[in-house]
């Protein structure tokens, strides 16, 4: 069951179907440690496995997203350690993992690895004065968590390179005007308020669907278009197979609101 209780991280079901993880290590602005990261894996894998929840929103503090990796745990690693232990590498787990749509809600500071775990999220959502950014050049490092691909891939080349070989911060503003995220809200409220009707409208929707949406428009970033295109229709093909595709189509014929079966 997803009532579990975390250190790092707070978990609540603040709307029907869906599940909302807090990041909660104010003291150092939700840095992201190794626990931490397990705690958040967990709790994704909670929230996917339990038949209720059908979407999930991450969110950290007003303050703060996530202002990193932990530079305190990363400072005295070695080559060999980070080497041989796949340092980082369990964070992007969810993203092949986690089959059900996860906004990210960002508020504050969402720097380095923080930047990053937005960007791994389904749908980013932020505030105007959002402070996004991967700094990791000022500590004499790179972007580890994919930062170098997924946001190059987000607002394209030249951006990417400007941010990234400066460690310039871009505001929440810019980041929907460049595409990294899909809207940016005036208040901390109504970051959480939009946050969590989207994820509300998303749940209203059939399972399977949903489900399959997310996995295809995620192929889309990994697949050449062709290819993407092929798997899209394999999948939609696969549609035709489920109850509510029945449902759907039948309720829209008679003009009724489809009651999903999610089978
Ligand atoms: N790791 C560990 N601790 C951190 C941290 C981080 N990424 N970010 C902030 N903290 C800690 C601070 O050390 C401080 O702790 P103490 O009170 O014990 O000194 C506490 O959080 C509050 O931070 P500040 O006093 O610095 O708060 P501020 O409001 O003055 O500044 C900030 C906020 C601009 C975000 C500043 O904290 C900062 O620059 N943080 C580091 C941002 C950064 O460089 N992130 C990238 C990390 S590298 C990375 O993420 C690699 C990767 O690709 C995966």
Redesign the pocket.
């Known amino acids: 069951s997803p009532a579990k209780s975390y250190e790092f991280i707070e978990t609540a079901e603040p709307r029907p179907g869906v599940g909302q993880i807090t990041l909660n290590r104010p ?3 939700n ?3 190794t626990p931490l990261i397990t705690e958040l894996n967990q709790a994704l894998a909670a929230y996917d496995a339990a038949p209720e929840i059908r979407a999930i929103v991450l969110t950290g503090s007003q ?2 997203f ?9 400072a005295p690693l070695t080559f060999s350690k980070a080497y041989t232990t796949s340092f ?1 590498e369990s ?1 992007s787990a969810f993203t092949t993992s986690v089959k059900k749509p996860i906004i990210a809600a960002v508020s504050g ?1 969402a ?6 775990l937005a960007l791994m999220c389904d749908i980013l959502y932020c505030t105007e004065n959002a ?1 996004f ?4 050049i ?2 004499g ?5 994919g ?1 170098s691909q997924r946001l190059t891939r987000a607002i394209g080349k030249s951006r990417a390179m400007e941010l990234i070989l400066t ?1 310039k911060n871009f505001s929440g503003k810019e980041a929907v005007e460049w595409g990294v995220a899909a809207r940016a809200f005036g208040s901390w409220e109504e970051l959480i308020e939009g946050s969590l009707k989207t994820a509300e409208a998303i749940a209203a929707h059939s399972k399977v669907a949903v489900m399959a949406a997310k996995e295809v428009v995620n192929k889309s970033q990994d697949l050449p278009l062709r290819d993407g295109v092929e798997y899209e229709r394999r999948v939609f093909h696969s549609l035709f197979g489920s109850e509510d595709q029945k449902i759907g189509m039948k309720a829209f014929a008679e003009k009724k609101k489809a009651e999903w079966t999610d089978k």
């Open positions: 003291k150092a602005l840095a992201l440690s303050k703060a996530a202002a990193g990796a932990d530079i305190k745990e990363m980082i964070w500071h720097l380095g690895g923080g930047c990053e402070n950014g991967q700094p990791e000022k500590l490092t790179i972007p580890g968590a930062g460690g």
